[in-house]
């Protein structure tokens, strides 16, 4: 059984940075795709990144590009998503989804294995 957790999540100011750890069990991040999701109060989930293996291709929104960086920590097996230069407008709950399938990388519905989501508050 597949189960993924969250950490690394927290309130900081506009400019600062968090990173965000999934950790996994029965599953491994070499394989596959996985994602980073969040979901602001009132609002849809939205795609944030995702990587691909092999061979490794990342995924950003246009959002985040260019601030956040996602990535896997093979010898931990970790997904990671390192964000800076964080906004208001980033304030969310942040999901790790995983995949065994290959397709859309920004659709929630390719993701089989979901998170109970870390919060990360940005204040202005």
């Known amino acids: 059984q597949v189960q993924l957790a969250e950490s690394g999540g927290g309130l900081v100011q506009t400019g600062g940075s968090l990173l965000l750890s999934c950790a996994a069990s029965?599953?491994?991040?070499?394989?596959?795709?996985s994602a980073w999701f969040r979901q602001a109060p009132g609002k849809e989930r939205e795609f944030v990144a995702a990587?691909?293996?092999?061979?490794?291709?990342?995924y950003y929104s246009d959002s985040v590009k260019g601030r956040f960086t996602c990535s896997v920590d093979n010898a931990k097996n970790m997904f990671l998503l390192n964000m800076t230069s964080l906004l208001p407008e980033d304030t969310a709950v942040y999901y790790c989804a995983t995949s065994t399938r290959y397709g859309r990388a920004s659709a929630p519905l390719l993701y089989d294995y979901w998170g109970q989501g870390t919060q990360v508050s940005v204040s202005a």
């Open positions: 990587v691909e293996r092999v061979p490794t291709i990342v």
């Open positions: 029965g599953h491994t991040f070499s394989k596959g795709v």
